[in-house]
């Protein structure tokens, strides 16, 4: 699981909510909002219904506003509920391997068993190799140089 990923779609999912149940009083708050300004800055107009100016001056009706804004806010949503989904399917990125090779020596003296791993060790590491060539992981100059490695 992502916990920013989940997260976030709960912040985003508790604010569309939110959102949507609160459209209407928004939209009201909006336009008082408005008809300040118009009363504030020419106060020569007088809005006796502020209804009908706003409809009279081609502005829609509050009902229709707070329709298509609960619409945003239902799409709002569901790309919350995507979020969550992603964040609750998706596992945590794998960390990224070191490509350089580290080798420890050993101060034991080598024996058959240990010559015998070795070999077995090292067609096995060949093989990876290949594969990691035949994916395009690696170049054919860092496969010759590591396949080299592996010979010795």
Known sequence: MR????????????FSIL???YSSSLVDAAQHMMSDFVTAFFPTIKLQNQQS??????YPSAESIAKIIQVGFI???IIGVGCICF?????????RQFSSISLETKLVPATYESIRDDRLTNSKS???????LARGEITEREFEKLQR???K
């Open 53 to 58: 100016y706003l409809l009279q001056t081609g």
């Open 149 to 151: 490695f592996f010979e």
């Open 19 to 21: 959102g949507y149940q």
């Open 87 to 95: 964040g609750a399917i998706m596992k945590k990125p794998a960390s």
């Open 75 to 77: 799409a709002t949503t």
């Open 3 to 14: 916990l920013a990923e989940l997260t976030l779609g709960f912040l985003v999912v508790l």
């Open 126 to 132: 060949i093989s990876i190799l290949k594969e990691r």
